[in-house]
């Protein structure tokens, strides 16, 4: 078993509230954030987290694919050369979190003790100060918001439009949020808005984005609500003949590396294997590629 290493783990905001991990998934990704301290990434196998969590390896392999599936984590296998064999796998904490965290810088790669510290910002919490080390500003909002702003902001009439800076940054602010923690493609959120202001009912009913991440009388987001709408539109041939369907998600198969379909369903979880026992050929290539690109 590794040694373990005495660095601190860090657990930012976006792990500990999500809602789409367990708590034990959670306190992995601390303990991954303390390992890929000396190198920048963790190379510990699921036998070494299994004995230090008293779980199966089974167990430990789907906390991992959960903490991926959900962008916490990025995976790279590391193969014998000129072989498929795989020779070392590379758990890597993602980049997506620095909006919240800014990350060990990778060219220093230093246990954080006494003598150096790095500094991590949270968002909406205080600073947790560390000295010594070069603090990296991040961009308050991704390339990817900014663009796709203009477009959202031009389905609504003048005077519903954001007309101060602040205004301007809660838009952006509920579309970042959409797409890091909410998990949609803002593409199809695009063509959600869209529909909703072209309907007779929602075009007096939906004049802001900042809708979108409130709840109904039910307690259920509106983002929610109107993309399960949406997919239920789209969804191709395959995606209701697997029985009792919860959620189809993608994760990185531990033998091969190589990304594959798994569902969660009321009888319990399917791998892509069992999918395909299921699905004619094509209708299993569509199926894949549809949570593929959903997960964009």
Known sequence: MENKKNYYAVIPAEVRYSKNLKANEKLMYGELTAL???KGYCYASNEYFAQLYQVSKSTV???VSNLERNKFLKIKMIYEKGTKNIKERRIYISTLLTKSAIPIDEKINTPIDEK????????NINNIKKNNVRNVKAPIFTEITEKAFP???SLFPLNYRPKTKAQKNKWLECLDKIQRIDKYNLRDVYNVAKDLRDDQFWAKNFLSILKLRNTDKNGIKYIDRFMDDYRSKTKPIGYNKIKGIIEYYIYTSPATGQKELGAKTKGGELYEFNIKQTLQTNEFQELKKYVIDGNK
Not at 116 to 123: A, E, L
């Open 36 to 38: 890929a301290n000396e």
């Open 61 to 63: 392999s789907r906390w």
């Open 116 to 123: 150096r510290k790095v500094i991590y910002k949270y968002n």
């Open 151 to 153: 477009h959202f902001i």
